[in-house]
């Protein structure tokens, strides 16, 4: 039996599909316009950003998702209490599945992705291939979300799944024709809209679309697995930990934009080049400058390579046939074409101690590399979504920090508590 976004483990065996369901959501009570009261996901946020989030209103959802304090996350959790009493946070009568698009800029025009948010039942274990993760974790993130979500029992964030069912847009697209519930548009220009979808038929045609194939898991890798750990702790008695809340896009070409995360250096040994020339052979590609790095950029695009950004000069890494060939056949034939695998079996193990930072933005890695901020950057290639798709139905885990899906969902937009 399922109810109010929750599945009764007593009365049915695990599921071997993946199955979305409405949740009765916890939303700001005075909808509209939430630009003030949102935010991008927490890992995109450096503690700047956070700061100036925080200042737009004493509601805004960066409390939550970020807190802080001497003990931050029980003070989230009293939070979020706080602003459900005082009526700044309303539940929803029923449970109900919302639809969210994102529309924003694209050469001369605009484009969208659309998509739905539910509560997405956790598979019994991580193998079991209803959900498909494609990168690999980094264990710090993933404790962080764990004292969070123990903390608040509620699931703020949604993670990004990608589901292959052809039409699955278009059956979500019936919803906008009237005016959004709640929108915003963020710094970038990104114009988020919500609606509620309450109609049975429309549930089930989601649902259905959604149980149809196994869910590649685009973006929030550390919260999936922060939900599997969780319920482990759970007594299987607390069905609200059965499932993570989960915004579900088709995974077609024309709703995603992937770009590349890039890698800043820190400690870099002094000799890293004559390192580096036993793999690759290194092409100079001029000053550290914006236009030298977009021209950079585009090289990589057009021939291959990795670029390193130093703090005078720009240098484009080219791996030699033989070493390219050695790491290839170390790696599925789905990573064969994955820019940050050719990082790591032939660039990572050149810079010794040196440890990495992770940024989505190859101009801001090569001006903190020409302030001083990072020793080196390490630019790379995106993934497409056909790899994407592959590497996830072959079971393949890509490197950490591979893909980074734009834009983000706005976190605010809708709350999952675990006990409602």
Same mark, same amino acid.
């Given at each position: 039996?399922i109810?109010?976004g929750?599945r009764d483990p007593?009365s049915?065996?695990p599921?071997?599909?993946p199955?979305?369901?409405p949740?009765?959501?916890?939303?700001?009570a005075?909808?509209?316009d939430l630009v003030?009261?949102?935010?991008?996901?927490?890992?995109v946020i450096?503690?700047?950003?956070?700061d100036?989030?925080?200042a737009?209103?004493?509601c805004?959802?960066?409390?939550?998702?970020?807190?802080?304090?001497?003990?931050p996350?029980?003070?989230?959790?009293?939070l979020l209490?706080?602003?459900v009493?005082?009526?700044t946070?309303a539940l929803d @009568?029923?449970?109900?599945?919302?639809?969210?698009r994102m529309?924003f @800029?694209?050469?001369?025009?605009?484009?969208s992705?659309?998509?739905?948010l539910?509560?997405l039942?956790?598979?019994e274990?991580i193998t079991?291939?209803?959900?498909?993760?494609?990168e690999?974790t980094?264990p710090k993130?993933?404790?962080?979300?764990?004292?969070?979500?123990?903390?608040?029992?509620a699931n703020l964030?949604?993670?990004?799944?990608?589901?292959p069912?052809?039409g699955?847009?278009a059956t979500?697209?019936g919803?906008?024709a009237r005016p959004?519930e709640?929108?915003?548009?963020?710094?970038?220009?990104v114009?988020h809209?919500a609606?509620t979808?309450?109609d049975?038929?429309?549930i089930?045609?989601?649902?259905?679309?959604v149980?149809?194939?196994p869910?590649v898991?685009?973006?929030?890798h550390?919260?999936?697995?922060?939900a599997?750990?969780?319920r482990?702790e759970?007594d299987r008695?607390?069905?609200?930990?059965?499932?993570?809340?989960?915004?579900?896009?088709e995974?077609?070409d024309e709703q995603?934009?992937v770009?590349?995360?890039?890698?800043?250096?820190h400690?870099l040994? @002094?000799?890293?080049?004559d390192?580096l020339?036993?793999?690759?052979?290194l092409?100079?590609?001029?000053?550290?400058t914006?236009?030298?790095?977009?021209?950079?950029?585009?090289?990589?695009?057009?021939d291959?390579?990795i670029?390193?950004v130093?703090p005078?000069?720009l240098?484009?890494?080219?791996p030699?046939?033989?070493s390219?060939a050695?790491a290839?056949?170390?790696?599925?034939?789905s990573l064969h074409?994955?820019s940050?695998?050719?990082?790591?079996?032939l660039?990572r193990?050149?810079?010794?101690?040196?440890?990495l930072t992770?940024?989505n933005d190859a101009?801001?890695?090569?001006?903190?590399?020409a302030?001083?901020?990072a020793d080196?950057?390490?630019?790379l290639?995106p993934v497409?979504?056909?790899?994407?798709r592959?590497?996830?139905?072959?079971g393949v885990?890509? @490197?950490e920090?591979?893909?980074?899906?734009?834009?983000?969902p706005?976190?605010?937009f809708?709350f999952?508590?675990?006990d409602d």
């Amino acid at each position: 039996m399922i109810a109010n976004g929750v599945r009764d483990p007593g009365s049915e065996g695990p599921t071997t599909v993946p199955e979305l369901l409405p949740f009765r959501g916890l939303r700001y009570a005075h909808g509209g316009d939430l630009v003030a009261v949102t935010a991008p996901p927490y890992d995109v946020i450096d503690p700047e950003h956070r700061d100036r989030l925080a200042a737009t209103d004493p509601c805004n959802s960066v409390r939550l998702i970020l807190p802080d304090g001497a003990d931050p996350y029980r003070g989230a959790a009293a939070l979020l209490e706080a602003w459900v009493a005082d009526g700044t946070l309303a539940l929803d @009568p029923a449970p109900t599945l919302t639809v969210y698009r994102m529309t924003f @800029p694209d050469g001369d025009g605009t484009r969208s992705t659309i998509g739905v948010l539910g509560a997405l039942v956790l598979p019994e274990r991580i193998t079991d291939g209803q959900v498909l993760p494609h990168e690999r974790t980094l264990p710090k993130a993933k404790t962080d979300r764990l004292d969070l979500l123990r903390a608040t029992r509620a699931n703020l964030d949604p993670i990004w799944g990608l589901c292959p069912t052809a039409g699955l847009s278009a059956t979500l697209a019936g919803a906008t024709a009237r005016p959004p519930e709640a929108a915003a548009r963020d710094e970038l220009g990104v114009l988020h809209e919500a609606w509620t979808l309450t109609d049975v038929g429309a549930i089930a045609a989601v649902r259905a679309a959604v149980a149809a194939g196994p869910l590649v898991l685009a973006d929030g890798h550390h919260r999936f697995e922060t939900a599997l750990n969780y319920r482990a702790e759970q007594d299987r008695a607390d069905p609200g930990a059965d499932a993570i809340m989960c915004f579900v896009v088709e995974l077609a070409d024309e709703q995603l934009v992937v770009h590349a995360i890039h890698r800043l250096v820190h400690d870099l040994p @002094p000799d890293v080049e004559d390192r580096l020339a036993g793999t690759c052979d290194l092409e100079d590609a001029g000053a550290n400058t914006p236009e030298a790095v977009d021209a950079l950029r585009a090289r990589l695009r057009r021939d291959g390579g990795i670029g390193l950004v130093l703090p005078d000069r720009l240098v484009r890494l080219v791996p030699r046939a033989d070493s390219l060939a050695a790491a290839r056949a170390d790696l599925p034939a789905s990573l064969h074409s994955v820019s940050s695998a050719h990082f790591d079996a032939l660039v990572r193990p050149a810079l010794g101690e040196a440890t990495l930072t992770y940024r989505n933005d190859a101009a801001t890695c090569a001006a903190m590399v020409a302030a001083g901020a990072a020793d080196a950057a390490i630019i790379l290639q995106p993934v497409s979504v056909a790899t994407i798709r592959d590497a996830g139905r072959a079971g393949v885990r890509m @490197p950490e920090k591979t893909t980074f899906f734009w834009p983000k969902p706005r976190t605010g937009f809708v709350f999952r508590r675990l006990d409602d």
